[in-house]
């Protein structure tokens, strides 16, 4: 096969084959219908299982050994420990002392605390990684460094790619804060609680052969299975799988900055305006720390208002828990636990509850869960004057985030980004995005500490607005307004030509490309 | 494909072909491995389904149409009316008006009130039936008058047949007592809660399309989702689905007749005797009053004894809910549930938990709950002097119940079958059973009013036994007292030659054939 490079719908530059497999340029939102069926695992027996149920075996080198690793083969992590997971390095140890080679990692994110992977992709151990690289792997592969291209996928896309038969999981290593030995498995209990692992489903349902790694052992059955022991292969028992206090990174901190408080009471007071916050209302804020003011502004104002919202949706963190707690929402509906009290309240709540890839974010199923959600809060490193917008790399061209759940949560019925018009000097709006993460088209308003865009497409949300007292201004003319205040134009970051990943759109279609940055 | 006649590996006559499928000779329990992939339903798309997440469509008609329904296709729904099912009659009553012709109806049971389907057999909308017929649809499927064979599977081997492509469900209907627009669905609240929806579980993942027909919509989401929205394609909001009174069948009341309350205790004591019941162990007892007789005899000695079980299967009852709110159970793992008292625990405590035949009895899993069962009680019709039983047919030769949970259940360390020795003056223990359900090798121990047989292949049953106070008697010993009341030689049923059903195996095996009944 023969890659080229062909340009795709929104005008950018792609490659027609990724790793090996042929690729489908971007086509539009909702225009690449897929065709076929989803993949299918091998029929199992229980006659090749202990009838006893008792699947545990010694260690993560005997359960990889067990499962056939073989070079090439692709291995898969989940990421729900965040930046205290403990398991992640341990497999491509033991991968390094049977010997296999060119193994192809398939986290649902990494993070700092993996970075001795580079040291298995210099011995040749791990060939590539596909899935979102945050921090020195990501720069690592900035660098070009990498063999094989990233690939950046949404969580709704690993699900898409795994369910549609894109990736091949040979082996799923998936850490479990609790587990019985027949791999019944959830989030919930033990020592290294993290509330769920609902971005391991997709491992579990589709891998050929599937370890969990626990380090806290209950009898049969592990309640609630919310990963199901008949997917299990192997249970492997450990004194310490991760570190539930790093669960909180960076991205879980509410600003201090009082420009980005300006923004977050902004555009809980956009909400409000547009006639969004209602009875029965829907909202998602991400993980960042303007986000998470925003649910705290907007949670005022719904107390004030005797508002209540049926459902939040997390990644949820102590101010979605309050909400729930003080009846201002009949529901979180949770991927993804960014602190302690989101574990807690998971386990003890039973309107915390929790979701998957699969029934938030999967754009290959039939419907999701994205598209109801009334409003979503979400941040971006840099957004055009046609509302495209990037969420992985910096305006240097650094590879430093992954997209998580970001795209998919595009689909909202309204999506609105509440950035800071420069960062260091640097102009967040830009005229075009060095990466496009988020087709226009799906980003109905930017808010900015010098006013509110709303995308010309959303005349409603226009009309909703334009008797309020927000500051509502065309992009274009916060642009301009930017520009004057730097004064010069702001430098270009050196890229190369050398394609070194991919971002991929919920269809499993190439939205665009990620190059080398020169040093 | 000429479907021949051929023995299997228990000496019993099969086709090799059924329906049009080939099919594979029952190879000994454990024998046959499976090859290949599991089945994969079509890849959909967001794209095709509405944003707004609402599939809600006029009525049953217009779903079916909808969904494409053309003559010859398969239709399946589930049993947690049971008796008290008001959708199925009326799926077929939509197809008839419709004008479609030959389908093949996929119940994972049907029951007297579905009587009405006899007429959709005869005016050529219905085919044939796969699926446990209760009653005259057994009677009916027995005199030889339904096109195409009956084919009768467990709830483990409904789940296998789909889950390896053995039945492509082209459209499954699943009645659900509580379900938003979405098509998020559970058993446990509204009007017609039945507790659970496990039975359609496959029916949702692999079928190609999927409507939900319910009688309580709720705003989005319904939690909990027990049928995922992200599997269903429309939602029809009717009057009534169903009437939960009538869960309570035949079969869910304790035994009032002496004989068996006797025997019910003996089997109490043998499990007791035999050192089963002791801390953390578990036990399923079936649905016949006999066996809720076991339960209850069983639940005062763990309590004499100071014993707990960590989990007892259901089908619950108001029984096994008595044993967890006593603290007697930590968990009921509860498939399906068999009285309103059931209905409300798995509503309100969390330690009673649903299941599903792919978590319990899918023999093509990586193992399932059902091996793991200490002691398991069930009914049986017959059962022979190598331990085979029936539990489908009569004596009389007349196909009256379907296999439910039994063969799955088979596979528990300890089969304990309490039969009593007669009924209406026929033998139980028989020379040959009329029809092999289940290989003796996996029956474990008769008991009866006139003692207890142990499998000889059970030396540790018999060792710990020994010294008990126990009745333990040869098979054969109690089959020669039973032949000596009677005097004369019981009748043999009097059946054709002619094949009008075959009971597979949980391995998806021909076990055996039913015959038609004379007149």
Same mark, same amino acid.
């Given at each position: 096969?023969?890659?080229?490079?062909?340009?795709?719908?929104?005008?950018?530059?792609?490659?027609?084959?990724?790793?090996?497999?042929?690729?489908?340029?971007?086509?539009?939102?909702?225009?690449?219908?897929?065709?076929?069926?989803?993949?299918?695992?091998?029929?199992?027996?229980?006659?090749?299982?202990?009838?006893?149920?008792?699947?545990?075996?010694?260690?993560?080198?005997?359960?990889?050994?067990?499962?056939?690793?073989?070079?090439?083969?692709?291995?898969?992590?989940?990421?729900?420990?965040?930046?205290?997971?403990?398991?992640?390095?341990?497999?491509?140890?033991?991968?390094?002392?049977?010997?296999?080679?060119?193994?192809?990692?398939?986290?649902?994110?990494?993070?700092?605390?993996?970075?001795?992977?580079?040291?298995?992709?210099?011995?040749?151990?791990?060939?590539?990684?596909?899935?979102?690289?945050?921090?020195?792997?990501?720069?690592?592969?900035?660098?070009?460094?990498?063999?094989?291209?990233?690939?950046?996928?949404?969580?709704?896309?690993?699900?898409?790619?795994?369910?549609?038969?894109?990736?091949?999981?040979?082996?799923?290593?998936?850490?479990?804060?609790?587990?019985?030995?027949?791999?019944?498995?959830? *989030?919930?209990?033990?020592?290294?609680?993290?509330?769920?692992?609902?971005?391991?489903?997709?491992?579990?349902?589709?891998?050929?052969?599937?370890?969990?790694?626990? !380090?806290?052992?209950?009898?049969?059955?592990?309640?609630?299975?919310?990963?199901?022991?008949?997917?299990?292969?192997?249970?492997?028992?450990?004194?310490?799988?991760?570190?539930?206090?790093?669960?909180?990174?960076?991205?879980?901190?509410?600003?201090?900055?009082?420009?980005?408080?300006?923004?977050?009471?902004?555009?809980?007071?956009?909400?409000?305006?547009?006639?969004?916050?209602? !009875?029965?209302?829907?909202?998602?804020?991400?993980?960042? *720390?303007?986000?998470?003011?925003?649910?705290?502004?907007?949670?005022?104002?719904?107390?004030?208002?005797?508002?209540?919202?049926?459902?939040?949706?997390?990644?949820?963190?102590?101010?979605?828990?309050?909400?729930?707690?003080?009846?201002?929402?009949?529901?979180?509906?949770?991927?993804?636990?960014?602190?302690?009290?989101?574990?807690?309240?998971?386990?003890?709540?039973?309107?915390?509850?929790?979701?998957?890839?699969?029934?938030?974010?999967?754009?290959?199923?039939?419907?999701?869960?994205?598209?109801?959600?009334?409003?979503?809060?979400?941040?971006?490193?840099?957004?055009?004057?046609?509302?495209?917008?990037?969420?992985?790399?910096?305006?240097?061209?650094?590879?430093?985030?992954?997209?998580?759940?970001?795209?998919?949560?595009?689909?909202?019925?309204?999506?609105?980004?509440?950035?800071?018009?420069?960062?260091?000097?640097?102009?967040?709006?830009?005229?075009?995005?060095?990466?496009?993460?988020?087709?226009?088209?799906?980003?109905?308003?930017?808010?900015?500490?010098?006013?509110?865009?709303?995308?010309?497409?959303?005349?409603?949300?226009?009309?909703?607005?334009?008797?309020?007292?927000?500051?509502?201004?065309?992009?274009?003319?916060?642009?301009?307004?930017?520009?004057?205040?730097?004064?010069?134009?702001?430098?270009?970051?050196?890229?190369?030509?050398?394609?070194?990943?991919?971002?991929?759109?919920?269809?499993?279609?190439?939205?665009?490309?990620?190059?080398?940055?020169?040093?």
């Amino acid at each position: 096969m023969d890659s080229k490079l062909v340009k795709n719908a929104i005008g950018r530059i792609v490659p027609t084959e990724v790793n090996g497999k042929q690729a489908v340029p971007f086509q539009g939102v909702g225009k690449y219908k897929p065709t076929g069926k989803k993949t299918a695992p091998p029929v199992a027996t229980c006659a090749d299982y202990p009838a006893d149920g008792n699947k545990i075996v010694a260690d993560i080198k005997t359960a990889l050994i067990k499962a056939g690793i073989k070079d090439g083969m692709t291995i898969s992590t989940h990421h729900h420990f965040r930046n205290g997971d403990l398991v992640a390095n341990q497999i491509f140890d033991a991968a390094a002392e049977i010997g296999v080679k060119d193994l192809m990692w398939f986290p649902s994110a990494s993070f700092p605390c993996q970075a001795p992977i580079i040291e298995h992709q210099k011995n040749g151990v791990i060939h590539h990684i596909e899935g979102s690289m945050n921090g020195p792997l990501g720069d690592y592969c900035s660098q070009g460094k990498m063999r094989g291209l990233g690939v950046l996928r949404s969580h709704g896309g690993r699900y898409q790619a795994v369910q549609d038969g894109e990736v091949h999981i040979d082996i799923a290593v998936i850490a479990a804060p609790t587990a019985d030995p027949f791999g019944n498995a959830n *989030g919930l209990t033990g020592p290294s609680a993290c509330g769920l692992l609902g971005f391991a489903l997709a491992d579990s349902q589709y891998a050929d052969k599937v370890i969990i790694v626990t !380090d806290n052992q209950v009898p049969f059955p592990c309640v609630p299975w919310q990963i199901q022991g008949n997917y299990v292969d192997f249970v492997v028992v450990m004194d310490k799988i991760g570190e539930p206090e790093k669960i909180i990174s960076g991205t879980t901190q509410i600003t201090k900055s009082p420009d980005r408080l300006l923004i977050a009471e902004m555009t809980a007071q956009f909400v409000k305006d547009a006639g969004i916050m209602k !009875d029965g209302f829907s909202f998602q804020a991400g993980a960042g *720390g303007t986000s998470l003011a925003f649910a705290i502004y907007l949670k005022e104002m719904m107390k004030d208002a005797g508002i209540k919202a049926r459902f939040v949706r997390g990644g949820s963190n102590q101010y979605l828990v309050q909400m729930l707690e003080e009846g201002l929402t009949d529901y979180i509906l949770d991927g993804q636990t960014f602190d302690l009290d989101g574990v807690r309240s998971m386990r003890e709540n039973p309107g915390h509850v929790n979701t998957s890839p699969f029934t938030s974010y999967n754009y290959h199923g039939k419907g999701n869960f994205a598209s109801m959600v009334d409003a979503v809060v979400l941040g971006a490193t840099e957004v055009d004057i046609n509302f495209n917008a990037n969420v992985v790399t910096h305006s240097d061209g650094k590879l430093l985030h992954g997209i998580g759940g970001w795209q998919n949560c595009l689909f909202s019925k309204c999506t609105i980004l509440p950035i800071p018009s420069f960062r260091d000097r640097i102009p967040v709006i830009v005229d075009e995005v060095t990466t496009v993460c988020g087709p226009g088209e799906l980003i109905d308003v930017v808010v900015t500490e010098r006013g509110i865009a709303i995308n010309p497409k959303r005349t409603d949300l226009i009309d909703a607005t334009k008797n309020s007292s927000l500051p509502i201004r065309s992009i274009k003319e916060i642009k301009a307004e930017i520009d004057e205040i730097i004064g010069s134009k702001p430098e270009k970051p050196k890229l190369g030509d050398k394609i070194i990943a991919v971002v991929k759109w919920v269809d499993g279609t190439i939205l665009d490309s990620i190059y080398q940055v020169q040093d």
